[in-house]
C-alpha cells in the first residue's frame, strides 16, 4: 500500500480481555515504532523493531503489553487482561531506516469499558 | 534528550504565515529539530527538519537560531486544512540507539477563515 495502515479502526474491548492490535508498515522500511496517545496528550513511545534486530521493549508500560514484527513486515501489538488506563489511540509509524522520518498510520482507538 | 517547550495554542488568519516556535535550550550539537504536525482523528505527518541552516520544503520553512537553542516553523500561507496540533521535536543525527522519544503536547493551530 501507499502508506502505514492498521487494524482495526477501532476496538471497544471489556476489562480483563486480551487485544491484538495490527500494524502494516511501509514496504520496503526497516524500522517500525508502536506509540500510544492518550486523550489530550502527546505521543508516548512504546517500542521499536529494527530490521532483524532484538527490539527496543524498554517503552512498553507493562508486561501485560507485548509486540511482534515478522521480518521487515506486518507487527502485532497485544495487550494483555486490558484495563481502562489502556484505553488511548495506539499509532504506528515506519521508517526507510533507523532513525529517518517516521510516517505513521492512522492509529487503533482502543476503549476499554 | 533534549527538552522542548511550545506554547499550547495559536491562531492564524487563513492566507496569512503562520509561525510557531520552539525552544531547545538544551540542545546538543549532534540533534536535529524535527517538526510533525498531527491532524484531528489523524496519525502525525512529518514536515520537516534541520540541524543548523534553514531549511524549506513544499509545506513549510524552517528557521533555527544560530545558537540552535530555538527555532520557529513557518507555513507561508496558512489554509483551514492546516488546523492541527505542531510537535517539536528533537533527536540526535548519529546515536540511532535512542529512539525512545515521546512527542510533547505540541502547539494546537487554529486557522481562522
Known amino acids: 500500500g501507499a502508506g502505514v495502515s492498521q487494524s482495526p479502526s477501532n476496538k471497544v474491548t471489556e476489562k480483563g480481555k486480551d487485544v491484538e492490535l495490527r500494524c502494516d508498515p511501509i514496504?520496503?522500511?526497516?524500522?517500525l515504532y508502536w506509540y500510544r496517545q492518550r486523550l489530550g496528550q502527546g505521543l508516548e513511545f512504546l517500542i521499536y523493531?529494527?530490521?532483524?534486530?532484538?527490539?527496543?521493549k524498554s517503552g512498553l508500560p507493562s508486561d501485560r503489553f507485548s509486540a511482534e514484527r515478522t521480518g521487515e513486515s506486518v507487527s502485532t501489538l497485544t495487550i494483555q487482561r486490558t484495563q481502562q488506563e489502556d484505553s488511548a489511540v495506539y499509532l504506528c509509524a515506519s521508517s526507510p531506516r533507523y532513525g529517518g522520518s517516521k510516517f505513521f498510520g492512522p492509529g487503533t482507538r482502543l476503549t476499554v469499558l | 534528550d533534549a527538552k522542548t517547550t511550545q506554547p499550547p495554542s495559536m491562531d492564524c488568519a487563513e492566507g496569512r504565515a503562520a509561525n510557531l516556535p520552539c525552544n531547545h535550550s538544551t540542545i546538543s550539537g549532534n540533534e536535529y529539530v524535527y517538526w510533525y504536525r498531527q491532524i484531528h482523528s489523524q496519525g502525525p505527518q512529518y514536515i520537516i527538519h534541520?540541524?543548523?541552516n534553514n531549511e524549506t520544503n513544499e509545506m513549510a520553512s524552517l528557521i533555527i537560531t544560530e545558537d540552535r537553542k530555538s527555532s520557529t516553523l513557518i507555513l507561508p500561507h496558512a489554509t483551514l486544512r492546516d488546523t492541527a496540533v505542531y510537535y517539536c521535536i528533537v533527536r540526535p543525527t548519529t546515536n540511532f540507539g535512542n529512539e525512545k522519544l515521546t512527542f510533547g503536547t505540541g502547539t494546537r493551530l487554529t486557522i481562522i477563515p
Open positions: 534541520g540541524l543548523k
Open positions: 523493531f529494527q530490521g532483524n534486530s532484538a527490539p527496543d
Open positions: 514496504s520496503g522500511h526497516t524500522a
